[in-house]
């Protein structure tokens, strides 16, 4: 398969990921104070590691209500800016802004503090936010790609560490799977208990290593559970038996 058709195809299982599990790190739950009615934000600086390449991408998704999986009444703003040279205009098929690219290009630098710039409207607030890329980019070793293991043996090895944590996501399909977060040091192996629902389910898995960021919008005229997240993700799939 060319390295087009498995960026595309990853892109839109990544979609899918990012919303399930990137999520579920927010620094806010359901206790924390809510600016009722207001604008909620996720904005992405991401770099995305599949085989042998590597791309970046930048995205911002505005909504009129709470909408963490998906929009549901999708807003523009005037202009998105990140660190005075990323323009991330508005993209009217998948209704958010993002800068365009072409895939295999690498422009974010590890460690920098990134700014976020939103010009505003009659609809969205204007917001100046920041938040530092990750240190570094662990990337899976092994398996390799398309490779063969059992459940009975499964173990993952990385390279690349910076210490922290990273979290690992197995899945097949677009189904849940499993989040597992460990240390950064390089080596994981699969318990039982960890494998839980998919234990025993023989087929092809998508293994991902996340290394992120998040932090919470504070500014005024946004929901406070919307989120600011930048993040190295690297994937490959695997049949397991």
């Not at 892109?11 to 359901?30: A, R």
């Not at 290009?105 to 938040?131: A, C, H, R």
Request: proline share 4%.
């Amino acid at each position: 398969m060319s390295f087009s058709k498995i960026l595309l195809l990853s892109l839109i299982l990544i979609f899918l990921i990012c919303t399930i599990f990137v999520n579920c790190e927010s620094p806010t739950n359901e206790n924390t104070d809510v600016n009722n009615g207001s604008i909620y934000a996720l904005i992405d600086i991401e770099r995305l590691h599949v085989g042998n390449n590597s791309s970046d991408y930048l995205r911002a998704r505005f909504d009129s209500i709470y909408a963490p999986d998906t929009s549901i009444t999708p807003l523009s703003a005037d202009s998105v800016i990140i660190n005075g040279s990323y323009n991330l205009e508005w993209n009217s098929f998948f209704e958010i802004h993002n800068y365009s690219n072409t895939p295999g290009q690498s422009y974010l630098d590890y460690g920098t503090s990134y700014n976020v710039v939103i010009k505003g409207n009659e609809f969205i607030p204007d917001m100046n936010t920041s938040i530092n890329f990750p240190a570094c980019f662990p990337k899976l070793d092994q398996p390799s790609i398309h490779d063969s293991i059992s459940f009975n043996n499964f173990f993952i090895e990385w390279y690349n560490s910076c210490g922290g944590i990273v979290r690992i996501v197995i899945m097949q399909g677009d189904s849940t799977g499993i989040v597992v977060v460990t240390d950064d040091d390089g080596y994981y192996e699969f318990t039982s208990k960890d494998l839980g629902p998919i234990n025993g389910n023989k087929g092809t898995y998508s293994i991902l290593m996340f290394k992120q960021n998040i932090a919470a919008i504070r500014s005024e005229g946004y929901d406070n559970r919307g989120l600011v997240r930048a993040y190295c993700l690297s994937h490959i799939l695997v049949n397991l038996f």
